[in-house]
């Protein structure tokens, strides 16, 4: 009986939360309906005329979709190389540094645009990058011609993997410095009595120790290939990149509330939510054949 009445009070604590659950994402699901349906407003979802598979068939045959595809896997997969690859980089050169209020103060400060919003952040990177803005003043003291980076083909989507890099870099470097600190110090003094330099032990032992932890993020975010970052693309973009930088989550908004599209709109986002599922549950499935990570 004491077993239960503790159980009871669990459940009790989280219904609050499963409120919140059952009514902004089960019960929006009846909005899938939208997707086979010539879908009109006034009419309501039971009401609208029912088309079936034909918004599924008019998203393959628009010119766009091909692009927009284009755009979210080669932005998607970048960020996800370089937030592998510069946390990993930081979290070593943190790890070497033995002074410990400047390693603290360096956490600090690079951990802290993680919390900001992209809202914030876009607003300010618009107006660091724009053609009177400090980056261009900077190139014209160079002697350079400036260059309107959100307004660029061939310059936007370097800056939104740049962008995303520097604002989440900080978060990954945390994870990877835990990882680090589980690793035995014997290792070292072994290998220092070795004769190894610090960079061989760094090659030798720290990579080694943080292998799996790299192996589980770097699985885990093959999850996320189709999620190229909407707050931060919509915060920055406009008509004159939509050729390079327009991503599923974009087009998905333009189309379904701009456009009032909004059957075709639920189709593209419901094939980018099934594809996504299927990548999330074969992420996680590697996950626990590689590094032995299991959720349930």
């Given at each position: 009986m004491?077993?239960?009445?503790t159980?009871?009070?669990?459940?009790?604590?989280?219904l609050?939360?499963?409120?919140?659950?059952?009514?902004?994402?089960?019960?929006?699901?009846?909005?899938?309906?939208?997707?086979?349906?010539?879908?009109?407003?006034?009419?309501?979802?039971?009401?609208?005329?029912?088309?079936?598979?034909?918004?599924?068939?008019?998203?393959?045959?628009?010119?766009?979709?091909?692009?927009?595809?284009?755009?979210?896997?080669?932005?998607?997969?970048?960020?996800?190389?370089?937030?592998?690859?510069?946390?990993?980089?930081?979290?070593l050169?943190?790890n070497?540094?033995?002074?410990?209020?400047?390693k603290?103060?360096?956490?600090?400060v690079?951990?802290?645009?993680?919390?900001m919003?992209?809202?914030?952040?876009?607003?300010?990177?618009?107006?660091?990058?724009?053609?009177?803005?400090?980056?261009?003043q900077?190139?014209?003291?160079?002697?350079?011609?400036p260059?309107?980076?959100?307004?660029?083909?061939k310059?936007?989507?370097?800056?939104?993997?740049?962008?995303?890099?520097?604002?989440?870099?900080?978060?990954?470097?945390?994870?990877y410095?835990?990882?680090?600190?589980?690793?035995?110090?014997?290792l070292?003094?072994?290998?220092?009595?070795?004769?190894?330099?610090?960079?061989?032990?760094v090659w030798?032992?720290?990579?080694?120790?943080?292998?799996?932890?790299?192996v589980?993020?770097?699985?885990l975010?093959?999850?996320?290939?189709?999620?190229?970052?909407?707050e931060?693309?919509?915060?920055?973009?406009?008509?004159?990149?939509?050729?390079?930088?327009?991503?599923?989550?974009?087009?998905?908004?333009?189309?379904?509330?701009?456009?009032?599209?909004?059957?075709?709109?639920?189709?593209?986002?419901?094939?980018?939510?099934?594809?996504s599922m299927?990548?999330?549950?074969?992420?996680?499935?590697?996950?626990?054949v590689?590094?032995?990570?299991?959720?349930?």
């Open positions: 004491k077993k239960a009445r159980s009871l009070a669990y459940h009790i604590m989280m609050p939360s499963m409120i919140l659950l059952l009514i902004f994402s089960i019960l929006p699901l009846s909005g899938i309906l939208i997707a086979f349906e010539k879908y009109i407003p006034a009419k309501g979802i039971f009401r609208s005329k029912w088309v079936g598979l034909a918004n599924f068939e008019y998203m393959f045959q628009i010119p766009d979709s091909a692009q927009v595809l284009t755009n979210t896997l080669i932005i998607a997969i970048s960020k996800i190389i370089m937030n592998l690859i510069v946390p990993i980089l930081v979290a050169m943190l070497e540094i033995r002074t410990r209020w400047f603290r103060t360096v956490q600090t690079v951990y802290l645009p993680h919390f919003s992209w809202v914030i952040l876009g607003g300010i990177l618009s107006n660091v990058l724009s053609l009177d803005g400090i980056v261009n900077f190139i014209q003291l160079l002697g350079m011609e260059v309107i980076f959100l307004a660029n083909n310059t936007f989507r370097a800056v939104m993997i740049i962008t995303d890099v520097w604002k989440e870099f900080g978060f990954g470097s945390v994870v410095l835990a990882a680090i600190t589980g690793i035995n110090a014997n070292y003094e072994a290998a220092a009595i070795d004769g190894a330099s610090r960079l061989q032990r030798h032992v720290t990579l080694p120790g943080i292998t799996p932890t790299i589980l993020m770097a699985t975010s093959l999850g996320n290939v189709l999620n190229a970052g909407f931060q693309i919509f915060t920055m973009y406009n008509p004159m990149v939509y050729s390079t930088g327009d991503i599923i989550d974009t087009y998905v908004h333009r189309t379904g509330l701009v456009n009032a599209q909004y059957g075709l709109a639920t189709a593209v986002g419901l094939l980018k939510s099934l594809v299927i990548l999330i549950a074969g992420s996680y499935k590697l996950a626990e590689t590094v032995d990570y299991r959720i349930f």
